[in-house]
T-cell receptor
Framework: GAGVSQSPSNKVTEKGKDVELRCDPISGHTALYWYRQSLGQGLEFLIYFQGNSAPDKSGLPSDRFSAERTGGSVSTLTIQRTQQEDSAVYLC???????????FGPGTRLTVL | AQTVTQSQPEMSVQEAETVTLSCTYDTSESDYYLFWYKQPPSRQMILVIRQEAYKQQNATENRFSVNFQKAAKSFSLKISDSQLGDAAMYFCAYRRGNTGKLIFGQGTTLQVKP
């Protein structure tokens, strides 16, 4: 079946603009995760959703970052007033339950000029 | 807080030879899982192998095996009969038992020479 997909593949934006990154998890997966991969910080957890439970937002770096998951499926990560340090690859993953294997998407490379 | 450390930024191996990638972690938890992920240039993270902390037996997946030393908090990955397709960045990761959040090491770039 189809894997995790993310769009866009690449995004270039200007400092101060808002961006939305989209993740389509594997159908039927109840858990969805966002990670950020940057040169300075490595691979870091941002947020995860598990079913109807309140999301774990403990990894979001600032209040400019938010995410939602509509209908238990598609998720959108929004970054407001982007800064140059937000430049990174944003990876999404999903799993059938929170304790099961996470399957990753190809990521969105965000460049803030 | 849990941390994962990979002390080898880059490693190199000759095709068909064996290479070992190192990983250490720090945790006070007793219920946790450890993973090795491979990230080729395509960026897509692929799970290579996983180890449950409560299992004493080292996990093995074909040419990939781990040396899990729980007391030493060490979790190394051995790749046997290295192939050109093994060239990638490898990440060691930790997950506490009751959460889905993965904590990653800094990664090791593996080069395979023909």
């Amino acid at each position: 079946g189809a894997g995790v997909s993310q769009s866009p593949s690449n995004k270039v934006t200007e400092k101060g603009k808002d961006v939305e990154l989209r993740c389509d998890p594997i159908s039927g997966h109840t858990a969805l995760y966002w990670y950020r991969q940057s040169l300075g910080q490595g691979l870091e957890f941002l947020i995860y959703f598990q079913g109807n439970s309140a999301p774990d937002k403990s990894g979001l770096p600032s209040d400019r970052f938010s995410a939602e998951r509509t209908g238990g499926s598609v998720s959108t990560l929004t970054i407001q007033r982007t800064q140059q340090e937000d430049s990174a690859v944003y990876l999404c993953a999903s799993s059938s339950r929170q304790n099961n294997e996470q399957f990753f998407g190809p990521g969105t490379r965000l460049t803030v000029l | 807080a849990q941390t994962v450390t990979q002390s080898q930024p880059e490693m190199s191996v000759q095709e068909a030879e064996t290479v070992t990638l190192s990983c250490t972690y720090d945790t006070s938890e007793s219920d946790y899982y450890l993973f090795w992920y491979k990230q080729p240039p395509s960026r897509q993270m692929i799970l290579v192998i996983r180890q449950e902390a409560y299992k004493q037996q080292n996990a093995t997946e074909n040419r990939f095996s781990v040396n899990f030393q729980k007391a030493a908090k060490s979790f190394s990955l051995k790749i046997s009969d290295s192939q050109l397709g093994d060239a990638a960045m490898y990440f060691c990761a930790y997950r506490r038992g009751n959460t889905g959040k993965l904590i990653f090491g800094q990664g090791t770039t593996l080069q395979v020479k023909p």
